[in-house]
C-alpha cells in the first residue's frame, strides 16, 4: 500500500491521478473527514473543516482520521492513501498494513498557491494569508515529521506534463516493480 503526502496544493492529487491511470485505486483521507463533518453540520469552507478535523483529533486521537479513512480500504496492496498528516496516522497504517510505502510530494508555497487558486475546490483558501494559516494548521498536527519520515521524496517543481511523467516512471519502478 502507498500513503501520500505533502503541504496542501503540492501535486498529490495529480500523483494519484497518475496511479489511478495505472490501476491503483485510491482513498481520500479529506473526503472521510468532508463526510463527518457534513453528518455533524460543519460549515464547508476552509476553517470550518479544519477546525472540526482538530477537534475530532483532540477528542478521539491524532489517528482518527486514519482510522476512520482505513474502513474504505478494501485492496490494500493496489491501494494508494491520501492525506497523511502525522506520526499518529503514520504508526496506525504502519501496523495495520505490510510493505506501506510512503511517498512525499514537496512544491514551493508560491507554486501551491497558484494550484490551488486554479482548482477552485469549495473548502480552499482563497489568498497567501490564508495559506500561512492552513501550512500552520497542517505544521501543527505534525505533517512535517511524515514529510521527513517519507520513503520516497518527489519534487514537483515542473509543468503539470513533466511532472505527471516523473510520477508514472516512480511508480512503475518502485511500486509495481
Not at 3 to 21: H, L, W, Y
Not at 84 to 110: G, M, P, Q, S
Not at 152 to 169: G, I, P, V
Amino acid at each position: 500500500m502507498m500513503v501520500v503526502t505533502g503541504m496542501p496544493g503540492a501535486g498529490k492529487d495529480e500523483f494519484i491521478k497518475v496511479a489511478n491511470a495505472l490501476g491503483i485505486r485510491d482513498v481520500h483521507m479529506g473526503n472521510s473527514v468532508r463526510k463527518f463533518a457534513e453528518q455533524s453540520g460543519v460549515v464547508s469552507n476552509d476553517n470550518g473543516i479544519g477546525k472540526f478535523a482538530t477537534d475530532e483529533r483532540n477528542r478521539y486521537g491524532m489517528d482518527i482520521w486514519a482510522k476512520r479513512t482505513a474502513a474504505n480500504i478494501e485492496d490494500p496492496v493496489n491501494t494508494i492513501v491520501d492525506g497523511l498528516r502525522n506520526y499518529e496516522e503514520l504508526e496506525f497504517f504502519k501496523n495495520e498494513y505490510k510493505d506501506l510505502k510512503v511517498i512525499a510530494i514537496f512544491a514551493n508555497r508560491d507554486n501551491r498557491l497558484t494550484r490551488i487558486l486554479k482548482r477552485g475546490r469549495e473548502d480552499d483558501i482563497r489568498n497567501m494569508s490564508e495559506l500561512i494559516r492552513r501550512d500552520e494548521r497542517e505544521l501543527s498536527w505534525g505533517i512535517g515529521n511524515v514529510i521527513a519520515l517519507a520513503d520516497f521524496m518527489m519534487l514537483n517543481d515542473c509543468s503539470l506534463e513533466n511532472f505527471r511523467s516523473r510520477a508514472e516512471e516512480f511508480i512503475k519502478k518502485k511500486i509495481l516493480k
